[in-house]
């Protein structure tokens, strides 16, 4: 991965004289920070084999998307008092913050729907209490590592969640199309 300066470049002058549209720097839309969100994935073997919780999104941004938990933090939580919460909120699941292992932060550019935009703090986690439950938000569901949905899944998934769930650190960008769902660029 390539270092991003953070001063800008000049615009180019294309030939109607109208100058280029600039792209926010990652982790930015113009001069604000983006919204934070966070995600976990919860592991489990089961026969040998690795598998990981999702769901399948009922409401909101991804919705029929096969997701992870997780969701916004809410003002002044940290991303890892905001993981515990959408955990239970989402799976009825009990986590402890010494048990979520932090393995890096995605940011997800939408220059066709900035609202969209987001910087996440990816966490996995093996350790929890309780029996996932379906929620309003999604119905959980176990899935082996090894054939991971991600044709049911953001597009960006297919790049970096494979090797976070087997130990690797991520830190991305992913900016999307007009279509609203296809990886344009990634960096």
Same mark, same amino acid.
């Given at each position: 991965?390539?270092?991003?300066?953070?001063?800008?470049?000049?615009?180019?002058?294309?030939?109607? +004289?109208?100058?280029?549209?600039?792209?926010?720097?990652?982790?930015?839309?113009?001069?604000?920070?983006?919204?934070?969100?966070?995600?976990? *994935?919860?592991?489990?073997? +089961?026969?040998?084999?690795?598998?990981?919780?999702?769901?399948?999104?009922?409401? !909101?941004? !991804?919705?029929?998307? &096969?997701?992870?938990?997780? !969701?916004?933090?809410?003002?002044?939580?940290?991303? $890892?008092?905001?993981?515990?919460?959408? &955990?239970?909120?989402?799976?009825?699941?009990?986590?402890?913050?010494?048990?979520?292992?932090?393995?890096? $932060?995605?940011? *997800?550019?939408?220059? *066709?729907?900035?609202?969209?935009?987001?910087?996440?703090? $990816?966490?996995?986690?093996?350790?929890? %209490?309780? &029996?996932?439950?379906?929620?309003?938000?999604?119905?959980?569901?176990?899935?082996?590592?090894?054939?991971?949905? $991600?044709?049911?899944?953001?597009?960006?998934?297919?790049?970096?969640?494979?090797?976070?769930?087997?130990?690797?650190?991520?830190?991305?960008?992913?900016?999307? !199309?007009?279509?609203?769902?296809?990886?344009? %660029?990634? +960096?």
């Amino acid at each position: 991965m390539r270092a991003r300066s953070s001063s800008p470049k000049p615009n180019k002058v294309r030939p109607d +004289s109208a100058p280029a549209p600039m792209r926010p720097a990652a982790g930015t839309m113009g001069f604000m920070a983006l919204p934070q969100v966070c995600v976990c *994935y919860l592991t489990r073997w +089961s026969d040998g084999t690795l598998q990981v919780l999702l769901g399948r999104k009922k409401k !909101g941004l !991804g919705l029929g998307n &096969i997701v992870g938990l997780g !969701g916004k933090l809410e003002a002044g939580e940290t991303p $890892v008092q905001a993981m515990v919460r959408e &955990i239970e909120e989402e799976s009825g699941l009990s986590v402890a913050e010494a048990d979520l292992s932090p393995r890096g $932060v995605l940011t *997800y550019l939408f220059p *066709y729907r900035e609202a969209w935009s987001q910087e996440s703090t $990816v966490f996995v986690c093996a350790e929890w %209490e309780g &029996i996932p439950r379906e929620s309003d938000e999604l119905d959980p569901e176990w899935f082996d590592v090894a054939a991971l949905p $991600v044709d049911e899944m953001w597009d960006d998934a297919r790049h970096w969640l494979p090797g976070v769930l087997t130990g690797t650190q991520v830190r991305a960008t992913f900016t999307f !199309g007009e279509d609203l769902a296809t990886v344009v %660029e990634r +960096s």
